[in-house]
């Protein structure tokens, strides 16, 4: 006899419940969305189409009590997020042997998405909001509710439909093709301003599904933990700072939500002075509470915190130090008191710069949130003339001996709209819209411009992930030593041009375990390569199949990788044929991964540095020891890389043509259009230039 049913699993099978909930008062104990301003985004039908749009999820019978209700949110939040159908089951990852399914691969799916939602996860948990502000794993509660019902229902023969957020539908399909496909915010380009967000977004018909937020593959800062890392000690070699490590060097920065808290971490594992400024009490808190950040490091004094910077420096500590404070008073205090700063960058959401991703200077936090909320107009002029001043700042240290980044998250943009002095002289005129197809126009490169790019996309290497959907320790620790062996083994017979890259990343799954605590899903990441991502993955499958690993493993990766982002100044800033305007690389890997064995695919508009400015294109892969699973992952993940090794080598960058010419050799198969190099003064002289 079949085990009974337990109250989460009938939950989750009931979908929009039978009977209409009692109403839920707003839990103070978790971070909330801020309000989104709706005078002036929606005009009075607009609103009423909202609420129609809303209503439709439910029965006729409970219109009425809904309605009112459902406005009021409109109203007071600027969003309908129907809180009264938020769940009352704990919200995180289970095992996957807990999830209703007729297919395993669904409940994977399921496993994940509420990982994305889990309170010690999530940025603003009960908004459906993961991380960056407004990433959105779905727009509203019943949306959750549908989507988790059709994945407990679906077989291996269905394909759930997700359109920014909403469950279109189960169809027929195969047991090749994915089991979900996701979109979001995919709009018709004359439509994709942000003003269009906040329009299209309050009427429930699209969402900002940031880069893995809406398509369920974020694993916590632990992701983005890695990426900093590697980031960081790759901006000490290239000045000269340091070679495995960047002691004594001070890293000035700021942002502690769930993307740039990791900037703490980072800073002790490189063994860098870090300095993070942070607006944000709660966002403090949180990374305390995370582990991220002693409460003894956090600072509201200039006085106190600049005597202690020296001291670290001088003890060669690597040490996270917080100012609770504006990042402009700490920028502009350096200047006028002479410190040497090695290293700087931003890590706040400017992105969002609308919604509070950015706090004037003069304000605290919650006096800048109440100012948004009453005189917009006034808030955006001081966030435009506190983005001048922080430039202006940066610009002296700079001269001083500052290398200063831009780390995508739309900074230089934001703050050549507002007026400031970023630009490269000559080029102050393509703030008012015009574009440079060859270079861009910031006197300050984007973070993958100069770093990542050269360093680590056009070589293949990039955030490869995964997830143990059994939820235990001991699988992830035996995953941790199955990557290393074979990094091992890499490193070996490696060229030598990425024995650097396996180096860093060996000792970063060796140190993973104490370095990173476990937050949310039993994840990790490392930077990869194809064959690095291939030869792993087929290890996982094999410790399935033989049972050193006791259940399956779901893959994936940032979208923030090789192929998966066309964003020009950010993912493809190195991009230098005038295509990283295009967005045909992210379109074609995520249909490439659909037919080539994808679990889920998704296609996103907007993320990291914004609605309208990227499109980029994910996966998630669940192996469960079978051949099938083999065949799957070679197809899919040389495809996912190669891809974009591929476009960048037709855009000549040097180390991809190299690295693409390498990969032709060992796989006769592949076949890549290469170019002939023109000379540019051959060029010029025929232009008459």
Same mark, same amino acid.
């Given at each position: 006899?079949?085990n009974p049913?337990t109250?989460f699993q009938r939950q989750?099978?009931e979908?929009i419940?039978?009977?209409?909930p009692?109403?839920q008062t707003?839990?103070?104990?978790?971070?909330h969305?801020?309000?989104?301003?709706?005078e002036g985004?929606?005009k009075?039908?607009e609103k009423?189409?909202?609420?129609q749009?809303?209503?439709r999820y439910f029965p006729?019978?409970?219109?009425e009590t809904?309605?009112p209700?459902f406005?009021?949110?409109l109203?007071?939040?600027?969003?309908i997020y129907?809180?009264?159908?938020?769940?009352d089951?704990?919200m995180r990852?289970?095992?996957i042997?807990?999830?209703?399914?007729q297919?395993?691969?669904?409940?994977?799916?399921m496993?994940m998405i509420q990982n994305?939602?889990?309170?010690?996860?999530a940025?603003h948990p009960?908004?459906?909001?993961?991380?960056g502000g407004?990433?959105?794993v779905?727009?509203?509660w019943a949306?959750?509710?549908l989507?988790?019902?059709?994945?407990?229902?679906m077989t291996d023969?269905?394909?759930l439909v997700?359109y920014?957020?909403?469950?279109?539908g189960?169809?027929p399909s195969?047991?090749?093709?994915?089991?979900?496909v996701v979109?979001?915010?995919?709009m018709?380009?004359n439509?994709s301003?942000?003003?269009?967000?906040?329009?299209?977004?309050?009427?429930g018909?699209t969402?900002?599904g940031q880069?893995?937020?809406g398509s369920?593959m974020?694993?916590?800062p632990?992701?983005?933990?890695?990426g900093t890392?590697?980031?960081?000690l790759?901006a000490?070699?290239?000045h000269?700072?340091?070679?495995?490590?960047?002691?004594?060097?001070?890293?000035?920065?700021?942002?502690l939500?769930?993307m740039?808290?990791?900037?703490?971490?980072a800073a002790v594992?490189t063994r860098c002075?870090?300095?993070?400024?942070?607006?944000?009490?709660?966002?403090?808190?949180q990374?305390?509470a995370?582990?991220y950040?002693l409460?003894?490091?956090v600072y509201t004094?200039?006085d106190e915190?600049? !005597?202690r910077?020296e001291?670290?420096r001088?003890?060669?500590?690597?040490?996270?130090?917080?100012?609770?404070?504006?990042i402009?008073d700490?920028?502009e205090?350096?200047v006028?008191?002479g410190v040497?700063?090695?290293?700087?960058?931003?890590q706040?959401?400017?992105?969002?710069?609308?919604?509070l991703?950015?706090?004037p200077?003069?304000?605290?936090f919650?006096?800048?949130k109440a100012?948004?909320?009453?005189?917009?107009?006034?808030?955006?002029e001081?966030?435009?003339?506190t983005l001048?001043?922080?430039?202006?700042?940066?610009?002296?240290m700079?001269?001083?001996g500052?290398?200063?980044w831009?780390y995508?998250?739309?900074f230089l943009?934001?703050?050549?709209?507002a007026?400031?002095d970023?630009?490269k002289?000559?080029?102050e005129k393509?703030?008012l819209?015009?574009?440079s197809v060859?270079?861009s126009?910031?006197?300050y !490169?984007?973070?993958?411009?100069?770093?990542?790019? !050269?360093?680590c996309?056009d070589?293949?290497?990039?955030?490869f992930?995964?997830v143990?959907?059994s939820?235990k320790k001991?699988?992830l620790?035996?995953t941790d030593?199955?990557?290393?062996d074979?990094l091992?083994a890499m490193?070996?017979?490696?060229h030598?041009?990425?024995?650097g890259?396996l180096?860093d990343?060996?000792?970063?799954?060796?140190?993973?375990k104490?370095?990173?605590?476990?937050?949310g899903?039993?994840?990790r990441?490392l930077y990869?390569?194809a064959?690095?991502?291939?030869?792993?993955?087929?290890?996982?499958?094999?410790?399935i199949a033989?049972g050193t690993?006791?259940?399956?493993?779901?893959?994936g990766?940032d979208h923030?990788d090789v192929s998966?982002?066309?964003?020009p100044y950010?993912?493809?800033?190195n991009i230098y044929?005038?295509?990283?305007f295009t967005a045909?690389?992210a379109v074609q890997?995520a249909i490439?991964d659909?037919f080539r064995?994808a679990?889920?695919v998704?296609?996103?508009n907007?993320?990291g540095?914004?609605w309208?400015e990227?499109v980029?294109?994910?996966f998630?892969m669940?192996i469960?020891?079978?051949?099938?699973s083999?065949?799957?992952l070679?197809?899919m993940?040389f495809?996912d890389?190669n891809?974009?090794?591929?476009?960048r080598?037709?855009?000549?960058?040097p180390?991809a043509?190299?690295?693409?010419?390498?990969?032709?050799?060992?796989?006769?198969d592949?076949?890549?259009?290469? !170019?002939?190099i023109?000379?540019?003064?051959?060029?010029?002289k025929a232009?008459?230039i």
């Amino acid at each position: 006899m079949a085990n009974p049913l337990t109250k989460f699993q009938r939950q989750i099978l009931e979908g929009i419940p039978k009977r209409l909930p009692n109403p839920q008062t707003r839990d103070t104990a978790v971070s909330h969305a801020p309000r989104r301003v709706i005078e002036g985004v929606l005009k009075p039908d607009e609103k009423v189409l909202a609420l129609q749009n809303a209503l439709r999820y439910f029965p006729v019978k409970w219109h009425e009590t809904l309605a009112p209700e459902f406005a009021d949110e409109l109203e007071q939040f600027g969003r309908i997020y129907m809180y009264r159908f938020r769940p009352d089951y704990p919200m995180r990852a289970r095992a996957i042997e807990e999830y209703p399914c007729q297919s395993k691969q669904a409940a994977a799916i399921m496993l994940m998405i509420q990982n994305n939602l889990d309170p010690k996860v999530a940025k603003h948990p009960h908004e459906l909001i993961t991380y960056g502000g407004n990433g959105a794993v779905f727009q509203n509660w019943a949306q959750y509710r549908l989507t988790m019902r059709y994945l407990a229902e679906m077989t291996d023969v269905q394909t759930l439909v997700m359109y920014s957020g909403h469950p279109l539908g189960l169809f027929p399909s195969h047991a090749d093709a994915p089991r979900v496909v996701v979109t979001n915010g995919m709009m018709i380009p004359n439509y994709s301003k942000k003003e269009d967000w906040n329009k299209y977004n309050a009427l429930g018909v699209t969402q900002y599904g940031q880069m893995t937020a809406g398509s369920y593959m974020y694993i916590g800062p632990q992701g983005i933990v890695h990426g900093t890392t590697i980031t960081l000690l790759n901006a000490g070699r290239i000045h000269g700072l340091g070679k495995d490590d960047l002691r004594g060097v001070v890293y000035v920065t700021s942002g502690l939500g769930g993307m740039s808290g990791a900037q703490a971490g980072a800073a002790v594992i490189t063994r860098c002075v870090g300095v993070i400024a942070e607006t944000d009490a709660e966002s403090i808190a949180q990374r305390v509470a995370d582990g991220y950040v002693l409460n003894e490091n956090v600072y509201t004094n200039l006085d106190e915190l600049i !005597p202690r910077i020296e001291a670290c420096r001088k003890a060669q500590e690597g040490i996270a130090l917080v100012y609770q404070g504006n990042i402009v008073d700490l920028w502009e205090r350096f200047v006028r008191d002479g410190v040497k700063i090695e290293l700087g960058s931003d890590q706040t959401s400017c992105h969002n710069i609308h919604d509070l991703g950015y706090t004037p200077q003069g304000f605290t936090f919650e006096a800048a949130k109440a100012l948004l909320n009453t005189d917009k107009p006034k808030f955006m002029e001081a966030v435009a003339e506190t983005l001048r001043r922080h430039v202006a700042a940066i610009n002296t240290m700079s001269e001083r001996g500052t290398y200063f980044w831009d780390y995508g998250n739309a900074f230089l943009k934001e703050a050549g709209d507002a007026g400031a002095d970023v630009f490269k002289p000559g080029t102050e005129k393509l703030a008012l819209g015009e574009v440079s197809v060859r270079t861009s126009p910031y006197r300050y !490169p984007s973070y993958v411009e100069d770093i990542m790019g !050269p360093m680590c996309f056009d070589y293949g290497f990039g955030p490869f992930r995964w997830v143990c959907c059994s939820g235990k320790k001991s699988d992830l620790d035996q995953t941790d030593k199955i990557a290393a062996d074979v990094l091992k083994a890499m490193l070996k017979e490696a060229h030598k041009s990425i024995k650097g890259q396996l180096r860093d990343n060996l000792l970063w799954i060796k140190n993973a375990k104490k370095n990173i605590p476990r937050v949310g899903s039993a994840s990790r990441i490392l930077y990869a390569d194809a064959e690095g991502r291939m030869r792993i993955a087929k290890a996982f499958n094999d410790a399935i199949a033989n049972g050193t690993l006791s259940g399956p493993v779901v893959l994936g990766r940032d979208h923030h990788d090789v192929s998966g982002t066309d964003s020009p100044y950010r993912e493809t800033a190195n991009i230098y044929d005038g295509s990283r305007f295009t967005a045909d690389m992210a379109v074609q890997n995520a249909i490439g991964d659909a037919f080539r064995g994808a679990t889920w695919v998704s296609l996103h508009n907007g993320g990291g540095v914004g609605w309208g400015e990227v499109v980029n294109g994910g996966f998630g892969m669940v192996i469960d020891g079978s051949p099938e699973s083999d065949r799957r992952l070679h197809q899919m993940l040389f495809w996912d890389v190669n891809n974009g090794i591929a476009r960048r080598a037709w855009a000549r960058n040097p180390h991809a043509l190299d690295t693409i010419q390498r990969t032709m050799k060992a796989f006769p198969d592949l076949q890549v259009t290469l !170019p002939f190099i023109a000379n540019e003064d051959l060029a010029k002289k025929a232009l008459k230039i």
